[in-house]
């Protein structure tokens, strides 16, 4: 199960963990690492023995920093645009709608893509020592990755607004009063928080809740999906998007047009 390049899998009681494994880069999605987590939740859902599936990231910084800027940093609008479909396809779509109950175990930052991953899991658990945004508009760009649908689906149009906008990350507590997340775990308890969390999942119906996991999203339009990768690609066209991204490799602050 561990033939993966940026992927620890890991099978215990019936439970499937995935550790998302780019430590050097906080994590961060690119192509290689959203083909590898296909894979990985695709045969985890498909095998029958493992009721819950768990996703967190290695090491005790990040959960995932976002998509890998360094790798879409060039792309141009066409290619900005695809970036978004494929990764909604494979990836964020996928956790959305699978059968098995996903758990989010949000041990450090959760930026971005990263956030993004974890708004499409079923539920979420944080470290204490989480820290949580889409600081997308902060590169020039905006979220590409259903952040800007499910992030007011889960925690409402007004404080998805001011969080999408401000760019602004929240901790763990704030999270919590939010309803982003649905537990606080000291961090070195995280791991035992969310085992206990998917055991309990377990006592319950797997064929009922895939079928409420179908019903519960059934309530969501999609059309939003669609508007946000086509503006995710025309943002790539813009000089906010080449210098927001420009500063962030050469760690500086940005000089966006009119700010
Ligand atoms: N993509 C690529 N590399 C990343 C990354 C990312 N999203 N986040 C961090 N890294 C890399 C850094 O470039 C750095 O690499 P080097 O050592 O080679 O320079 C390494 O990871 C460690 O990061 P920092 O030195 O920056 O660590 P820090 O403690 O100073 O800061 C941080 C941590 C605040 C999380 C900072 O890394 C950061 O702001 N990261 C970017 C967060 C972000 O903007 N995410 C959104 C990405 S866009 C997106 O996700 C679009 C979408 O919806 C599809």
Same mark, same amino acid.
């Given at each position: 199960?561990?033939?993966?390049?940026?992927?620890?899998?890991?099978?215990?009681?019936?439970?499937?963990?995935?550790?998302?494994?780019?430590?050097?880069?906080?994590?961060?999605?690119?192509?290689?690492?959203?083909?590898?987590?296909?894979?990985?939740?695709?045969?985890?859902?498909?095998?029958?023995?493992?009721?819950?599936?768990?996703?967190?990231?290695?090491?005790?910084?990040?959960?995932?920093?976002?998509?890998?800027?360094?790798?879409?940093?060039?792309?141009?609008?066409?290619?900005?645009?695809? %970036?978004? &479909?494929?990764?909604?396809?494979?990836?964020?779509? +996928?956790?959305?709608? *699978?059968? @098995?109950? #996903?758990?989010? !175990?949000?041990?450090?930052?959760?930026?971005?893509?990263?956030?993004?991953?974890?708004?499409?899991?079923?539920?979420?658990?944080?470290?204490?020592?989480?820290?949580?945004?889409?600081?997308?508009?902060?590169?020039?760009?905006?979220?590409?990755?259903?952040?800007?649908?499910?992030?007011?689906?889960?925690?409402?149009?007004?404080?998805?607004?001011?969080?999408? %906008?401000? &760019?602004?990350?929240?901790?763990?507590?704030?999270? +919590?009063?939010?309803? *982003?997340? @649905?537990? #606080?775990?000291? !961090?070195?308890?995280?791991?035992?928080?969310?085992?206990?969390?998917?055991?309990?999942?377990?006592?319950?119906?797997?064929?009922?809740?895939?079928?409420?996991?179908?019903?519960?999203?059934?309530?969501?339009?999609?059309?939003?999906?669609?508007?946000?990768?086509?503006?995710?690609?025309?943002?790539?066209?813009?000089?906010?998007?080449?210098?927001?991204?420009?500063?962030?490799?050469?760690?500086?602050?940005?000089?966006?047009?009119?700010?």
């Amino acid at each position: 199960m561990n033939n993966y390049n940026n992927l620890q899998i890991d099978v215990k009681d019936n439970i499937g963990l995935i550790i998302i494994n780019r430590p050097k880069q906080l994590n961060a999605l690119n192509k290689e690492t959203i083909e590898e987590l296909n894979k990985a939740f695709n045969a985890l859902n498909d095998d029958k023995n493992i009721r819950v599936i768990i996703v967190t990231g290695s090491g005790t910084k990040a959960f995932v920093a976002g998509a890998d800027i360094k790798e879409f940093m060039h792309f141009n609008a066409q290619q900005g645009q695809e %970036l978004a &479909a494929t990764g909604q396809e494979l990836l964020f779509d +996928l956790v959305e709608n *699978l059968d @098995t109950p #996903v758990i989010a !175990a949000i041990n450090g930052f959760a930026l971005g893509g990263g956030l993004e991953l974890a708004l499409a899991s079923h539920i979420r658990i944080a470290s204490e020592q989480a820290k949580m945004g889409l600081p997308e508009v902060s590169l020039g760009v905006i979220p590409g990755y259903g952040g800007t649908q499910r992030l007011a689906q889960i925690i409402g149009k007004g404080r998805a607004m001011d969080l999408i %906008l401000s &760019a602004e990350m929240i901790d763990a507590t704030t999270a +919590l009063t939010y309803g *982003l997340v @649905t537990e #606080v775990a000291p !961090a070195e308890n995280l791991m035992e928080t969310a085992f206990k969390k998917a055991k309990k999942l377990m006592r319950n119906s797997p064929q009922a809740q895939a079928l409420a996991i179908k019903a519960v999203n059934a309530a969501y339009p999609k059309a939003g999906f669609a508007i946000e990768k086509e503006l995710f690609g025309q943002a790539f066209t813009t000089a906010d998007f080449k210098e927001g991204t420009t500063a962030f490799v050469e760690r500086r602050k940005p000089n966006f047009e009119g700010a």
